[in-house]
């Protein structure tokens, strides 16, 4: 009798050690799995800051070069098209992503890097944009010249002389942005917003803001520009892990 008692305290006795065994094992695993995924996410968002101030660094240093010409464009607007032309033409031909530059003088854009003399009024080229602001951005589905193909205008004006400056039709494309990120595969979709319309990586025409993917993003403010962009990252993937 005696022995079968003890026979069966041992019995019980290594079942619970068997039960202590799996629950330490399972909780050590669940906080294994815990740390490793706070690390590669703390890890994941390092990278993906890193990534972001690239982009804003790309981004304004292309603003700031762009706008640095447009001001240095600015007094060919007291010429005839004629007179102005080859410096336009010249400008247009090697500042990066511009489309075209457009003198414009009391709203009425007169003079065109592409098509040479023009009269038509700067807001039915871009409705939106206020010639009345010392600076302006506007996202559109198109132009008049390339209806098909999302734009961004950029309005400079020249100060003191109501509505006359330059108004810039830039090349829009995002490509550039990714190929800074593509190496580290942090980042699959930007989309750049103005107002309340984006241009992004995800479609090729203008989107309004209320279109834009749900998924989380990271949104960055262009500094001294009306223009953010939202950087979609990469998801965890089992191979991350």
């Known amino acids: ?23 330490l094992s399972l909780c050590f695993f669940i906080c294994f799995v815990v740390i490793t995924l706070s690390l590669l996410y703390r890890s994941s968002e390092r990278k993906l800051t890193t990534q972001s ?7 304004s ?5 762009l706008t640095t010409t447009m001001s240095q464009l600015i007094p060919l607007s007291a010429k005839s098209c004629e007179q ?8 247009a031909a090697f500042t990066n992503g511009v489309r075209a530059f457009l003198l414009v003088k009391d709203g009425i854009a007169y003079c065109s890097s592409a098509t040479g003399d023009m009269h038509v009024a700067g807001s039915a080229l871009y409705p939106k944009i206020n010639l009345s602001q010392p600076l302006d951005f506007k996202i559109q589905q198109g132009t008049p010249m390339m209806p098909s193909k999302p734009a961004v205008g950029v309005w400079l004006r020249e100060a003191g002389r109501g509505n006359t400056g ?8 995002l490509h550039p942005y990714l190929l800074l990120n593509s ?20 479609d090729t025409k203008v989107l309004p803001i209320s279109q834009l993917p749900s998924r989380a993003a990271r949104e960055v403010q262009l500094p001294g520009y009306p223009s ?11 191979d991350d892990i």
Not at 61 to 65: A, I, S
Not at 228 to 238: E, F, G
């Open 53 to 59: 101030d690239h982009i804003i660094s790309y981004a």
């Open 1 to 23: 009798m005696g022995s079968n008692s003890a026979f069966s305290r041992n019995i019980l006795s290594k079942s619970h050690l068997v039960k202590k065994s799996v629950i």
């Open 166 to 173: 330059v108004l810039a039709t830039l090349e829009l494309t």
């Open 183 to 202: 190496s580290s595969n942090q980042v699959n979709g930007l989309a750049i917003i103005i107002d309340g319309s984006a241009v992004t990586t995800f």
């Open 84 to 91: 102005a032309s080859p410096a336009l033409h010249y400008r």
């Open 61 to 65: 240093q292309f603003l700031n070069e």
């Open 228 to 238: 953010k962009i939202l950087i979609y990252p990469t998801s965890l993937t089992a």
